[in-house]
């Protein structure tokens, strides 16, 4: 089936991304947009908008009925969903499957397979892949006896969702009660399941991703990336391939991820998530992604790919187009992301217009964002504004030229992470490669000056 009108269920920059492809592929692009996007940028570039309700994503763009209807109204073949909102929503792809539209994403089957994480957990098993210790609990007492067994400190996780909510860490038996709620009450609110689990809580660990393509049939890999630098477990910067990895544990990590996609004949792209211990030289399966992420970029970098279209050929029905002897992945690449938020008040949110918005250009420079001079950064969705992502030969050169990219880049009118990304650029240990996920808290945690110097201005060839 040759998809012609592709609806794009998302917004901001990852709705401009997916446009960019299917302009290239010739395929016709409906936009979704909530009241609060009906002048955005991305509803400027597309071919044409529809309407599915008022500003908070509740009423739009987690509306699974209204964009739904929408797709059906405009006559769409196809959904494309983005990341977030009803990325990884069965029932969005259940509807699909019953209307006739194609879903580019994987069977409703493995989104819930992958959605509740102690099924994925289970799944994970059964393929052969490392587990952090841990299990469900349904009550205080279950909580207290599985934490007694598997040691503090522990994570809290809520067993229907991710992106750090209904998280928690506990270091000690006195908080676990009052963690347990907590993440049960928070589990509740966002995702209507309270359920939690628990897992033991590794200190010094990396986390790295794999990249899996799958068409139901064959699996295969894009390499690592690393995205470690996290603020409540949201990433902040990430990089391909993940650095200071030794080539057995890499190619072992590669091969569970492989492993488990294809133990669930999975259709689509995805992510598999792991924890590296460093302490033990271990790793664990921690979870699955069934959607594009925020930091596809850095994949597509170094492998000369576009993950978009691949997504859509196999959701065509196509078998994959290269087999994993043919995938090569050169050079190094950094994605920064840069969001609306005031990371020296604690990362809170600024909402407003962007007066000034300019970006590098040069080689080796991509930036993807939905922003330019004027535009107003809404209150009701993520903060995100603006990927800059570089690649070069190797890691040190892309340090060089992702510092001159950010030295040239300005954001004005409402606070922004771009200082802060100046600044992790010319860190030491970052420069060294391989940071945990607590290097961020000490980098915080040490004093830095009210402005950072930016590096001289001009791109390093």
């Given at each position: 089936m040759i998809l012609r009108r592709i609806l794009i269920a998302n917004r901001g920059e990852i709705a401009l991304r997916v446009m960019r492809t299917c302009k290239r592929l010739g395929i016709e692009t409906i936009l979704a947009v909530s009241t609060a996007d009906r002048d955005s940028v991305a509803a400027r570039c597309a071919d044409q908008i529809v309407h599915i309700g008022p500003a908070p994503s509740q009423a739009s763009y987690l509306n699974v009925a209204a964009v739904v209807g929408a797709a059906l109204a405009v006559r769409a073949t196809a959904i494309h969903p983005g990341y977030g909102f009803l990325s990884e929503n069965a029932s969005l792809a259940r509807a699909c499957e019953a209307d006739g539209i194609v879903f580019i994403g994987p069977t409703s089957g493995q989104l819930e397979a992958v959605g509740d994480k102690l099924r994925a957990r289970r799944h994970a098993a059964e393929a052969g892949l490392p587990l952090v210790p841990g299990g469900a609990a349904a009550s205080r007492e279950e909580a207290r006896a599985l934490a007694s067994s598997i040691g503090y400190p522990i994570l809290i996780k809520a067993v229907a969702g991710g992106g750090g909510r209904g998280m928690q860490r506990v270091d000690a038996p006195a908080g676990l009660d009052s963690a347990v709620d907590r993440s049960m009450a928070e589990a509740q609110a966002a995702f209507g399941d309270a359920r939690v689990y628990l897992e033991r809580y590794v200190g010094?660990?990396?986390?790295?991703?794999?990249?899996?393509?799958?068409?139901?049939?064959?699996?295969?890999?894009?390499?690592?990336?690393?995205?470690?630098?996290?603020?409540?477990?949201?990433?902040?910067?990430?990089?391909?391939?993940?650095?200071?990895?030794?080539?057995?544990?890499?190619?072992?990590?590669?091969?569970?991820?492989?492993?488990?996609?294809?133990?669930?004949?999975?259709?689509?792209?995805g992510t598999v998530e792991m924890l590296l211990d460093g302490e033990r030289d271990c790793f664990y399966f921690l979870e699955m992604n069934a959607r594009i992420q925020v930091e596809h970029p850095v994949t597509e970098a170094v492998c000369g790919l576009d993950l978009v279209e691949e997504q859509i050929a196999v959701a065509e029905g196509r078998a994959l187009r290269m087999t994993q002897d043919e995938v090569l992945c050169e050079g190094h690449a950094i994605e920064c992301r840069i969001n609306a938020e005031d990371w020296r008040n604690d990362f809170r949110p600024g909402p407003g217009r962007v007066d000034v918005a300019r970006f590098?250009?040069?080689?080796?420079?991509?930036?993807?964002?939905?922003?330019?001079?004027?535009?107003?950064?809404?209150?009701?969705?993520?903060?995100?504004?603006?990927k800059i992502i570089v690649h070069g030969p190797d890691r040190p050169a892309v340090l060089r030229r992702l510092a001159a990219a950010l030295a040239a880049s300005t954001l004005r009118g409402v606070p922004s992470t771009l200082e802060l990304h100046r600044a992790i650029v010319r860190d030491r240990e970052f420069a060294d490669g391989g940071v945990d996920t607590g290097f961020l808290e000490r980098f915080l945690g040490a004093a830095l000056p009210v402005d950072v110097p930016a590096p001289a201005r001009g791109m390093p060839q």
């Amino acid at each position: 089936m040759i998809l012609r009108r592709i609806l794009i269920a998302n917004r901001g920059e990852i709705a401009l991304r997916v446009m960019r492809t299917c302009k290239r592929l010739g395929i016709e692009t409906i936009l979704a947009v909530s009241t609060a996007d009906r002048d955005s940028v991305a509803a400027r570039c597309a071919d044409q908008i529809v309407h599915i309700g008022p500003a908070p994503s509740q009423a739009s763009y987690l509306n699974v009925a209204a964009v739904v209807g929408a797709a059906l109204a405009v006559r769409a073949t196809a959904i494309h969903p983005g990341y977030g909102f009803l990325s990884e929503n069965a029932s969005l792809a259940r509807a699909c499957e019953a209307d006739g539209i194609v879903f580019i994403g994987p069977t409703s089957g493995q989104l819930e397979a992958v959605g509740d994480k102690l099924r994925a957990r289970r799944h994970a098993a059964e393929a052969g892949l490392p587990l952090v210790p841990g299990g469900a609990a349904a009550s205080r007492e279950e909580a207290r006896a599985l934490a007694s067994s598997i040691g503090y400190p522990i994570l809290i996780k809520a067993v229907a969702g991710g992106g750090g909510r209904g998280m928690q860490r506990v270091d000690a038996p006195a908080g676990l009660d009052s963690a347990v709620d907590r993440s049960m009450a928070e589990a509740q609110a966002a995702f209507g399941d309270a359920r939690v689990y628990l897992e033991r809580y590794v200190g010094a660990g990396r986390h790295i991703e794999v990249q899996v393509l799958g068409d139901g049939e064959r699996v295969i890999h894009l390499g690592t990336r690393d995205c470690s630098i996290q603020r409540r477990y949201q990433k902040l910067l990430e990089e391909a391939p993940a650095p200071r990895l030794p080539g057995p544990m890499r190619e072992a990590m590669e091969s569970a991820a492989v492993a488990f996609a294809s133990h669930l004949a999975y259709r689509g792209l995805g992510t598999v998530e792991m924890l590296l211990d460093g302490e033990r030289d271990c790793f664990y399966f921690l979870e699955m992604n069934a959607r594009i992420q925020v930091e596809h970029p850095v994949t597509e970098a170094v492998c000369g790919l576009d993950l978009v279209e691949e997504q859509i050929a196999v959701a065509e029905g196509r078998a994959l187009r290269m087999t994993q002897d043919e995938v090569l992945c050169e050079g190094h690449a950094i994605e920064c992301r840069i969001n609306a938020e005031d990371w020296r008040n604690d990362f809170r949110p600024g909402p407003g217009r962007v007066d000034v918005a300019r970006f590098a250009v040069g080689p080796g420079i991509r930036v993807d964002t939905h922003v330019e001079s004027g535009v107003d950064i809404p209150p009701f969705y993520d903060s995100l504004m603006a990927k800059i992502i570089v690649h070069g030969p190797d890691r040190p050169a892309v340090l060089r030229r992702l510092a001159a990219a950010l030295a040239a880049s300005t954001l004005r009118g409402v606070p922004s992470t771009l200082e802060l990304h100046r600044a992790i650029v010319r860190d030491r240990e970052f420069a060294d490669g391989g940071v945990d996920t607590g290097f961020l808290e000490r980098f915080l945690g040490a004093a830095l000056p009210v402005d950072v110097p930016a590096p001289a201005r001009g791109m390093p060839q």
